[in-house]
């Protein structure tokens, strides 16, 4: 028997970034890459915006698989050989509860360098192309049925409350 993948594929599109800095203080003068990491074995790099400095664009989409148990995905820009910033994309942004198969999320992140101090901001849009092992079904509806409660006590078509399960934080 074939076990079923625990993998949904997302294209994730890096648009640009605005506001970089190297040092803190010195725009980015060696050209910039993106390096997007679903976790330690699932990564996807665009390739070297040309110009380089402050405010660098790609407009490229990369296609990478994401573990079902994934929390995160983490972008890095890189200038040269330096990681300049850094954001922890939560994938609930982008395949939450109610979001359907591929339905296109732009996003924008704070980076962080890495003494935790604001550096820039990373634009991108992110789908989810399929959910393998799932049937399809988005990564945050995890193949959940909805339930529904009699109200009058009759099973009918009608009269019924709908239970809608949502996630919160502490």
């Not at 993948?5 to 890459?33: C, D, H, W, Y």
């Not at 982008?94 to 992140?109: C, I, M, R, T, V």
Request: with cysteine; proline share 5%.
């Amino acid at each position: 028997m074939e076990k079923a993948a625990a993998l949904m594929v997302i294209e994730v599109t890096v648009i640009s970034a605005e506001g970089l800095l190297v040092n803190r203080k010195q725009p980015g003068k060696e050209k910039t890459f993106v390096v997007v990491r679903s976790d330690p074995f699932h990564s996807r790099s665009t390739g070297m915006d040309p110009n380089g400095g402050s405010y660098p664009e790609w407009k490229e989409k990369l296609v990478m698989e994401l573990p079902l148990h994934a929390r995160f995905v983490t972008v890095e820009v890189h200038s040269g050989s330096k990681i300049v910033g850094t954001a922890n994309i939560p994938v609930s942004d982008f395949a939450g509860g109610f979001l359907p198969e591929n339905y296109l999320s732009f996003l924008s992140y704070r980076l962080r360098d890495a003494n935790g101090e604001k550096n820039g901001i990373v634009n991108l849009s992110v789908k989810v192309k399929e959910a393998a092992g799932r049937g399809g079904a988005a990564a945050g509806c995890s193949g959940r049925t909805w339930a529904g409660v009699p109200v009058d006590g009759n099973v009918s078509d009608h009269g019924i409350a709908m239970v809608i399960p949502v996630s919160y934080r502490y």
